[in-house]
């Protein structure tokens, strides 16, 4: 079955930078585009980059400039570079995939942007 599992959040002060990672499995990973997401309490999931399985890339415009999505597909793997990061930037960030018109999400990690 598709699994996505992220991992690479944490505490970080303004201006500071995280990388994250999502693990993928029950796919062919090299075949389908990967989007991270993100959500803070009361908002709705909002997208935040896309990938497609030729490395396309595209960003919502509160992020351009500053985070850089990219995948390995030797390691089923896609990455969130980011950087300057900003306290607006504090949210659950999620991992999804398309497989057969169905939508599948990771648990989620947790970005904190504070000082």
């Known amino acids: 079955q598709v699994q996505l599992v992220e991992s690479g959040g944490g505490w970080v002060q303004p201006g500071g930078s995280l990388r994250l990672s999502c693990a993928a499995s029950?796919?062919?990973?090299?075949?389908?585009?990967m989007v991270w997401y993100r959500q803070t309490p009361g908002k709705e999931r909002e997208l935040v980059a896309s990938i497609t399985n030729y490395g396309s890339t595209n960003y919502a415009d509160s992020v351009k400039g500053r985070f850089t999505i990219s995948r390995d597909n030797a390691k089923n793997t896609v990455y969130l570079q980011m950087n300057s990061l900003k306290p607006e930037d504090t949210a659950v960030y999620y991992c999804?995939?398309?497989?057969?018109?169905?939508?599948?999400w990771g648990q989620g990690t947790q970005v904190t942007v504070s000082s």
């Open positions: 029950g796919f062919i990973f090299r075949m389908y585009s």
């Open positions: 999804n995939t398309r497989v057969e018109l169905r939508s599948y």
